[in-house]
């Protein structure tokens, strides 16, 4: 039961680990100071704790699917437009907060762009300081703007640090011969968690949730190949 509760082995170096901490001190950094100098600085203060949680994500964890661009823009867009909307309407309180991340939460689903600190500018938005309630729909500049520079500067550090983002789309792998004998052997944790090592970067996921999902997969492909099979067998009067 308590062994549910201990957190997973991580399979990158400290290497990256540098590479990912100084990408984000360094992003975060840039991004809000940027924006201090268009909007000012309570203004951009206001967005650090969002932004800096988008910053763990865009760097640390780049390969995600939380993580690529049109996560963090359509998601701070999607958080900016709700949370002024519920602001107005039922004015700045706890209650309608929570209310306009909830409602965030369901738009960036259904526009397929989650991003989970956008649900944070939410809430942040809507409990605004008195300068960026000042600007009133106007909140939306240094939203995007400072989520924009965020990107950019993710984009430009991950590929000059080796790390390939956004996350293309995966060439298939050559095909090498193999003997009858040796086809299809059977995948385990141990495999996926040293096929995880070589990769040598943050991945949202455990060997042995691969393992359930390659377990899964294997059981369908068997039931659609019995189902082909007999699909076309003929029939017997």
Not at 61 to 86: D, F, K, N, R
Not at 97 to 103: D, N, P, Q, V
Request: aromatic share 6%.
């Amino acid at each position: 039961m308590l062994a549910r509760w201990l957190p997973a082995a991580i399979n990158t170096r400290p290497a990256e680990w540098s590479r990912a901490a100084l990408g984000m001190a360094l992003g975060t950094l840039f991004s809000v100071w940027v924006c201090a100098q268009v909007f000012g600085m309570d203004v951009a203060l206001h967005l650090v704790g969002p932004l800096g949680a988008s910053a763990v994500l865009l760097f640390a964890v780049s390969s995600g699917a939380l993580a690529q661009p049109w996560s963090i823009i359509g998601s701070y867009l999607c958080a900016g437009v709700t949370a002024l909307l519920v602001a107005q309407v039922l004015g700045r309180t706890l209650g309608s907060a929570c209310l306009a991340a909830g409602m965030a939460l369901i738009l960036m689903c259904w526009l397929r762009c989650l991003h989970p600190p956008a649900g944070a500018l939410a809430l942040t938005l809507v409990l605004a300081d008195p300068a960026t309630i000042a600007l009133q729909w106007r909140e939306i500049g240094p939203v995007m703007f400072g989520a924009s520079t965020l990107l950019l500067t993710a984009l430009a550090y991950n590929n000059l640090t080796r790390t390939r983002y956004p996350k293309g789309v995966a060439e298939p792998a050559a095909q090498a011969f193999v003997s009858t004998s040796a086809q299809n052997p059977a995948i385990c944790a141990d495999d996926l968690k040293q096929a995880l090592a070589e990769m040598e970067q943050f991945f949202d996921v455990t060997p042995q949730e691969l393992e359930q999902l390659i377990q899964a997969s294997e059981r369908h492909a068997r039931r659609r190949s019995i189902s082909a099979v007999l699909a076309g067998a003929p029939e017997h009067r």
